[in-house]
């Protein structure tokens, strides 16, 4: 079966599910490839007619604002604690120097650390418990968690439908050959935005161990 034909009998309603699913327990605090899948959702939605550009942000959006509200609750009443225990499980993700990192987005920036967090990988992942460990007011959280979602998925979801549409007719020339290309290209992007990200995070976290100048008492 050609491959088109394979992707057009995927059901919407379990794209929608898994999209849903996997976004809202990134967003939680598990670390999941949540923008991963919504960029592949909405590609695949370029080529299927059954599945409805606007119903998937809306299913993105949702799990993105419901993880970050539930990861929110888990970090008001777990506190510190918790940190700590979801560093022993994922050191990766949840070190020291990631948790300095995001504590330091946070106290620079307050509710906007969470709005822009959503389009940055790690702080997707810390600002629903970051938030609650820091006791932010859940109003402020709450406004920023439904701009952020709606920002990220939904213009998330445009942006690569609209490409996805233009470039349908350029892939199906090219068959495998092209989707090989388009696939090379959008994981040399996302590695390179992955070690710019790294070495900015190594930047901060070094910048954060200089030790501060005391000033000389008179």
Same mark, same amino acid.
């Not at 590609?43 to 059954?50: F, N, S, V």
């Not at 008001?76 to 979801?86: K, T, V």
């Given at each position: 079966m050609h491959i088109q034909e394979w992707l057009e009998t995927v059901p919407a309603i379990s794209v929608y599910?898994?999209?849903?699913?996997?976004?809202?327990l990134e967003s939680l605090g598990i670390p999941l490839p949540g923008e991963i899948v919504l960029i592949s959702a909405a %590609? /695949?939605?370029?080529?299927?007619?059954?599945i409805n550009p606007w119903v998937l942000g809306a299913c993105a959006t949702a799990g993105a604002v419901i993880g970050d509200s539930i990861g929110y609750a888990i970090g #008001? #009443?777990?506190? #510190? @604690?918790? %940190? !700590?225990? %979801?560093g022993g499980k994922f050191p990766r993700h949840f070190g020291e120097s990631q948790i300095a990192m995001a504590e330091r987005s946070f106290q620079k920036w307050g509710m906007w650390a969470v709005f822009f967090g959503r389009f940055v990988a790690l702080l997707r992942i810390f600002a629903? @418990? /970051?938030?609650g460990v820091l006791h932010m007011p859940y109003w402020k959280f709450l406004i920023a968690n439904v701009l952020g979602g709606i920002a990220w998925a939904g213009g998330t979801t445009a942006v690569i439908y609209s490409v996805g549409v233009?470039?349908?007719e350029w892939l199906k020339r090219f068959s495998y050959l092209g989707l090989a290309i388009a696939v090379a290209i959008g994981l040399a992007s996302m590695l390179i935005i992955k070690n710019r990200a790294k070495k900015a995070a190594g930047?901060?976290?070094?910048? !954060? !161990?200089e030790p501060e100048s005391v000033p000389v008492a008179d």
């Open positions: 599910v898994l999209v849903g699913v996997v976004i809202g %590609l /695949l939605a370029a080529g299927h007619d059954g #008001r #009443r777990g506190g #510190r @604690p918790l %940190l !700590a225990w %979801l629903g @418990p /970051l938030a233009v470039a349908e930047q901060s976290t070094g910048a !954060a !161990a």
